[in-house]
């Protein structure tokens, strides 16, 4: 049994910053990679950023330069700096694992305000 537990979501204005983490905790001892997904209302589901268990990371264009993932130092946890926020960051944030499948949090809820 898996579960992801994520913190950090909140109000901010334009131009701030936000940093989520997630911790997992469970059956597996090392996942594969983790990652950020997010939804807005009314679209689908989108990476944010995911980095492997080797350290390679990648980032949607739309958020190079701006938000940062990095693993804990605990095993298994994985944060997101997210500075420069801008209102269309608004969505909910999934933490994300993959081993062998894909495991969820339940998702922050993430609102710039402009």
């Known amino acids: 049994q898996v579960q992801l537990v994520e913190s950090g979501g909140g109000l901010v204005q334009a131009g701030g910053s936000l940093r989520l983490s997630c911790a997992a905790s469970g059956s597996i001892f090392s996942f594969d990679s983790m990652g950020w997904y997010r939804q807005a209302p009314g679209m689908q589901r989108e990476l944010v950023a995911a980095?492997?268990?080797?350290?390679?990371?990648n980032y949607a264009d739309s958020v190079k330069g701006r938000f940062t993932i990095t693993r804990g130092n605990a095993k298994n946890t994985v944060y997101l700096q997210m500075n420069s926020l801008k209102p269309e960051d608004t969505a909910v944030y999934y933490c994300n694992a993959k081993y062998s499948r894909g495991y969820w949090g339940q998702g922050t809820q993430v609102t710039v305000s402009s």
């Open positions: 980095i492997t268990s080797g350290g390679s990371t």
